[in-house]
């Protein structure tokens, strides 16, 4: 019963308190309002790169081993530059010699390039020149139309399957298939269109590419300093790493390095990517929670500050309360109300504002991305539980203080 | 007054001391007063300032303990009381009256009449009820929902003793109530303290007026923190 009247007492005191003082009331809450607004931002921000990153990793092929001229991790830029070229040739021979491998494929990459239909076109697509393999490692789909055939290869016909990305824009509205596109001003026949991927490296899949026979690449680009990349797919998965054993083996094997030698050539895999995925949502995570904990550290120390102050204002206020019976306890409560509905007032404000920019951010700037956000239940309440914490925690010692002012003083304070 | 002894009075002072530790001085505010106050008594306690008459006040009040002595409320020994019973005794026994009013600013007159009742826990429909029937007492009801600042000295000075009655204690305790007040408004604060000592209350009076004195039925007069004199006027 005491608890209860305490506590309507202490709220009705506390409402009075904030709509007497609002605009000072309303600067307190603004280290707050930024923590929570932080908080629940990066949460759906983190949420929408989880499902993301979730989609991402369906789409990627852990089972398949490049041999490269470069490591995809990274690592040093001018020792690698200065590795021999991955040659062709390298394919037949891992080929007869592999027994843990189920497929192989043969690429070559030109990056940033333009293609071209009539009037419209698309900048920064990779032109990619592939032997018939290339379909079975990638796990690439047919969409519209088909494949390049073997002959079609080895002949270095100029036909090519385009990635979805550029199938809708070069032909938003009439199908591709059988029309003449430009790639560095090489006419290629569209004869298929690859089915979309998605995710978070879109840009780096076959949705923004141009693929075409690998000998009608070395035609239209010539062939100059050719390095290959070369697709080894594990036969299980399970035992992909055996795969890489055997590979690595092999290649030490074509280039005759002793034992103690390091590699000169890259074996690279798709789950390096993953890595530097969750360190990008790790690093994220990291600097949104300094923010909102340093905000709401700030935010605290602003409360602590105003409450000092509250404390000081009603020094009479407590003097006339205690004089008529309040006792510790209820002074207590009067203050930690204030402070608490002081930032829960805050945390609900950066709620409020919160909300329309995730719902602004899916509709305007993340339109055309997979990336989705939603408002982040969680994350929200989350928020609401911190500014609470901060209000009981910063606004306890201006309480204890005010619980703790002698009467006689306090009536006597002017 | 040697027929007040600590049962039969409703507070009784037995050789009560204050000292107040100055670091290297002493200072004492009270040095052995013993008095008591019967029930439906009207009492004055006057004294110059620095007598030691708002010493005897805070205590009598429950707002300060003594250094040494017996304080009998009630026939219950005050004296070692923690501060929350300190705070329930000021809320159920003592109905204080301010020179300076001391209404909650923000506060409008109902809500300070009510103020005590939310600190004894009363239930909110009660609470109401029996504010309601403070301020009526006092003349007032029709001025419930006025803040203080809304009301003249006079009706401050009404609401703050409906606000000492609400919880119907043992003894009213009045420092200087007439002396933020003009002197026509402070006769009529008085002729309404003689209606509630008529009614049965047990008033204290402080003050250092000695008309003001002369409302009461007993004057004890303090003097360098002892009783100088204890008479009754009529």
Redesign the interface.
């Known amino acids: 019963m005491r608890l209860l009247t305490d506590t309507r007492e202490g709220l009705s005191i506390a409402l009075t308190a904030v709509k007497a003082n609002p605009l000072r009331s309303g600067l307190t809450m603004l280290g707050i309002i930024i923590g929570i607004f932080t908080v629940t931002l990066m949460g759906a921000f983190l949420n929408g790169m989880d499902h993301l990153f979730r989609q991402t990793a369906s789409n990627m092929k852990t089972d398949v081993y490049y041999v490269d001229k470069w490591d995809w991790g990274g690592g040093d830029w001018r020792l690698m530059r200065n590795r021999p070229d991955v040659q062709e040739a390298y394919l037949t021979q891992l080929r007869s010699k592999m027994t843990t491998a189920s497929a192989f494929s043969m690429s070559v990459a030109k990056w940033g390039q333009e293609v071209k239909f009539k009037n419209r076109s698309v900048e920064f697509v990779t032109a990619s020149g592939v032997d018939e393999g290339y379909l079975t490692t990638e796990s690439m789909e047919i969409q519209y139309g088909r494949f390049f055939t073997a002959s079609e290869l080895s002949s270095a016909r100029p036909v090519c399957v385009i990635g979805y990305e550029i199938a809708s824009k070069l032909f938003p509205n009439t199908t591709p298939l059988g029309e003449i596109v430009r790639i560095g001003g090489y006419p290629l026949e569209v004869i298929g269109v690859a089915k979309r991927v998605g995710g978070l490296f879109a840009v780096f899949t076959v949705d923004n590419n141009v693929i075409m026979p690998y000998y009608t690449l070395q035609t239209a680009f010539g062939q100059k300093h050719q390095t290959v990349t070369i697709g080894v797919k594990a036969k299980s998965v399970e035992h992909k790493l055996d795969t890489k054993d055997e590979l690595e083996f092999f290649m030490r094997q074509i280039r005759r390095l002793k034992p103690n030698e390091p590699l000169n050539f890259g074996i690279n895999n798709q789950d390096q990517f993953n890595k530097q995925i969750d360190g990008i949502t790790g690093l994220l995570a990291t600097v949104g929670f300094l923010i909102t904990g340093l905000s709401l550290l700030v935010g605290g120390i602003g409360i602590m500050n105003i409450m000092y102050v509250s404390v000081k204002e009603r020094t009479r206020e407590i003097g006339i309360r205690k004089a008529i019976g309040a006792t510790r306890r209820s002074l207590v409560f009067q203050f930690l109300y204030e402070a608490t509905i002081l930032s829960l007032l805050a945390g609900a404000i950066a709620l409020l504002l919160a909300y329309p920019v995730t719902v602004l951010a899916n509709n305007l700037i993340l339109a055309d991305s997979d990336l989705h956000i939603d408002f982040p239940i969680f994350y929200a309440a989350l928020g609401l539980g911190l500014s609470v914490a901060t209000g009981v925690i910063f606004g306890i010692a201006p309480a204890l203080k005010a619980s703790r002012l002698d009467p006689i003083d306090a009536l006597r304070y002017e | 007054m040697d027929q007040h002894t600590a049962a039969n009075s409703v507070i009784y002072l037995e050789d009560i001391f204050r000292v107040y530790d100055m670091g290297f001085e002493r200072v004492y505010a009270l040095r052995g007063v013993t008095v008591g106050v019967a029930r439906n008594e009207y009492v004055a306690i006057m004294g110059p300032s620095g007598s030691g008459k708002s010493t005897l006040m805070?205590l009598i009040?429950c707002?300060?303990t003594p250094s040494s002595g017996n304080y009998f409320f009630n026939g219950t020994n005050v004296a070692g009381l923690d501060?929350?019973e300190l705070?329930?005794i000021?809320?159920?026994e003592i109905g204080?009256v301010?020179q300076t009013f001391?209404?909650?600013p923000?506060?409008d007159a109902l809500h300070n009449v009510e103020?005590?009742l939310?600190?004894?826990?009363?239930?909110?429909e009660e609470r109401l009820e029996r504010a309601y029937a403070a301020l009526e007492s006092v003349g007032l009801s029709d001025r419930a929902t006025h803040k203080p600042n809304e009301l003249s000295g006079g009706q401050r000075q009404r609401v703050a003793i409906a606000?000492a009655l609400v919880?119907r204690p043992s003894i009213l305790l009045a420092d200087e109530p007439t002396g933020n007040l003009d002197s026509k408004t402070g006769e009529d604060i008085m002729r309404f303290f003689e209606e509630l000592h008529d009614k049965g209350n047990t008033i204290i009076l402080v003050t250092h007026e000695e008309e003001i004195a002369h409302h009461a039925h007993r004057i004890v007069r303090i003097r360098d923190g002892v009783v100088e004199r204890d008479e009754k006027t009529r």
């Not at chain 2, 939310?118 to 909110?124: D, E, F, L, Q």
Request: hydrophobic share 35%.
């Open positions: 805070n009040g707002l300060d501060d929350n705070a329930e000021r809320n159920k204080f301010f001391n209404l909650l923000r506060s103020l005590p939310i600190y004894a826990g009363v239930k909110k606000r919880t």
